[in-house]
């Protein structure tokens, strides 16, 4: 039998909000490896594990660390907040195992900050959308400002991963600059702050006030598509169901 590395999504925080699937990996799994803030997540009986990690930014020494563990015959798991296939380490653990084929990589899926977001918020993501991350560590500026601007343009729903950071401090400021070039200043936003952590803090305003918002790096952005609304509090994209509510008679429901 060769090694194994999971590679798990643990979800947004809390344990509850991790997949059945992840907890199992996590619970066969001899070593886990992470970042320490993800490691400190996961729960008490965890803890008896063999946890490694490596600071933030070693991401390239974390994925080594996992085969070089798996060599030793040992089950790893790989942990990364939400989906580790989404701005997480699935894809460069993949590139990096080209370099050790007898190594299995299982990636294990898990909710993502736009998922766990999203229901806090309502329902923002009822139709298209289209997750954009402000960071610029990977991907220049430039990349990101048209990509924004293309998502106005093509009127999706906009999701917003890393829109600050201690050195990045205006770049949502910047964003909501370009997409104001083709969005109205009263289009329906919203942002969660620590979803499924302690401390979870969401807020709406429009996308002139969010302009405006300090938000932090644990924080996920909603901007509304055109037919975005607030529904009791509540941030709604509506799929185009004709309701009861719109038509006063009785609805199809058939694709509900
Ligand atoms: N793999 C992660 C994303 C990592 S990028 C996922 O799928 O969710 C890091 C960004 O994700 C953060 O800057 C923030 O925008 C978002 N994020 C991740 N976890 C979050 C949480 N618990 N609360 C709010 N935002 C979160």
Not at 10 to 34: K, N, Y
Not at 112 to 139: N, Q
Not at 154 to 175: C, E, H, M, T
Not at 207 to 232: A, H, K, Y
Request: glycine fraction near 10%; charge should be negative; aromatic fraction near 6%.
């Amino acid at each position: 039998m060769g090694n194994k590395i999971y590679v798990v999504g643990m979800g947004p925080g809390r344990e509850e909000m991790m997949t059945g699937e992840a907890l199992c990996a996590l619970e066969q799994a001899d070593v886990i490896v992470g970042y320490t803030v993800y490691l400190d997540l996961l729960d008490t009986r965890f803890q008896q594990k063999e946890l490694l990690s490596t600071p933030m930014r070693m991401e390239e020494e974390r994925c080594r660390l996992c085969f070089e563990e798996a060599e030793k015959d040992k089950k790893v798991a790989l942990i990364c907040s939400g989906d580790a296939g989404i701005y997480g380490m699935a894809s460069l653990m993949l590139e990096i195992g080209k370099s050790y084929p007898q190594t299995e990589l299982i990636v294990i899926a898990g909710v993502t900050a736009a998922s766990s977001g999203a229901a806090v918020l309502g329902a923002p993501l009822g139709h298209d959308f289209c997750v954009v991350s402000l960071s610029d560590l990977l991907t220049p500026w430039e990349t990101i400002e048209k990509r924004l601007s293309a998502a106005a343009e093509g009127d999706f729903v906009i999701v917003l991963y890393n829109p600050s950071s201690r050195k990045r401090k205006d770049y949502l400021r910047r964003a909501c600059d370009i997409l104001l070039q083709s969005i109205e200043g009263e289009r329906i936003c919203g942002y969660v702050e620590n979803i499924g952590r302690e401390g979870t803090k969401a807020e709406t305003c429009t996308l002139r006030e969010l302009r405006d918002r300090e938000v932090n790096m644990f924080t996920t952005v909603f901007i509304g598509n055109s037919e975005s609304e607030l529904i009791g509090g509540k941030l709604v994209t509506k799929r185009g169901y004709q309701t009861e509510e719109q038509h006063g008679e009785k609805s199809s429901r058939g694709i509900l």
